[in-house]
Antibody
Framework: QVTLRESGPALVKPTQTLTLTCTFSGFSLTTSGMCVNWIRQPPGKALEWLARIDWDDDKYYSTSLKTRLTISKDTSKNQVVLTMTNMDPVDTATYYC?????????????WGQGTLVTVSS | DIQMTQSPSSLSASAGDRVTITCRASQSISRYLNWYQQKPGKAPKLLIYAASSLQSGVPSRFSGSGSGTDFTLTISSLQPEDFATYYCQQSYSAPPTFGQGTKVEI
């Protein structure tokens, strides 16, 4: 079965760099159409898409955050890594990774459980 | 970026009610519109993809319709487990964007 799991620090200080890892199973990121995304949700607020990496290594980023984000994959480990630089308290959120099987015609069909990241000194 | 606007932001309903949530896109997105349900402390769950296709395992009381800029999620007979927040999301073009959510309360 398909599973995704986020891992990373629960607490980061302002100006630090956040590194999150999504470890998945039940599918391959080498399969045509397959993509892994990062999405976040500040407490009590709406979902915000951050980044996506595709089976062919194409990468896409949030317009407002693209200067701070880097996404990469390690297909041998079934992992996708997101880094976000210059963290600020407004970046406090639950961070999810989620899969899509086609960039346009499918929704995010499997999600990790999310990891809460708090930015505070 | 394509802006997604949901209405209402919240609604109160009773079990057995028919509930309709609307989502409007800032430009035409064809039928590339998805709906999610989120309960407190949980990850969102995909309900509807491509405007009207029911995700596997989702009860048939959920349905979606629309194309272009205007879309609707309908719950035909609200069940106690349906009280949650619902989000629309466009997948027409990157970056994908979400609506602000509609909270369905008792």
């Amino acid at each position: 079965q398909v599973t995704l799991r986020e891992s990373g620090p629960a607490l980061v200080k302002p100006t630090q760099t956040l590194t999150l890892t999504c470890t998945f199973s039940g599918f391959s990121l080498t399969t045509s159409g397959m993509c892994v995304n990062w999405i976040r949700q500040p407490p009590g607020k709406a979902l915000e898409w951050l980044a996506r990496i595709d089976w062919d290594d194409d990468k896409y980023y949030s317009t407002s955050l693209k200067t701070r984000l880097t996404i990469s994959k390690d297909t041998s480990k079934n992992q996708v890594v997101l880094t976000m630089t210059n963290m600020d308290p407004v970046d406090t959120a639950t961070y999810y990774c989620a899969r899509i099987t086609h960039p346009q015609s499918s929704g995010f069909d499997y999600w990790g459980q999310g990891t809460l990241v708090t930015v505070s000194s | 970026d394509i802006q997604m606007t949901q209405s209402p932001s919240s609604l109160s309903a009773s079990a057995g009610d028919r509930v309709t949530i609307t989502c409007r896109a800032s430009q035409s997105i064809s039928r590339y519109l998805n709906w999610y349900q989120q309960k407190p402390g949980k990850a969102p769950k995909l309900l509807i993809y491509a405007a009207s296709s029911l995700q596997s395992g989702v009860p048939s009381r959920f349905s979606g319709s629309g194309s272009g800029t205007d879309f609707t999620l309908t719950i035909s007979s609200l069940q106690p487990e349906d009280f949650a927040t619902y989000y629309c999301q466009q997948s027409y073009s990157a970056p994908p964007t979400f609506g602000q959510g509609t909270k369905v309360e008792i």
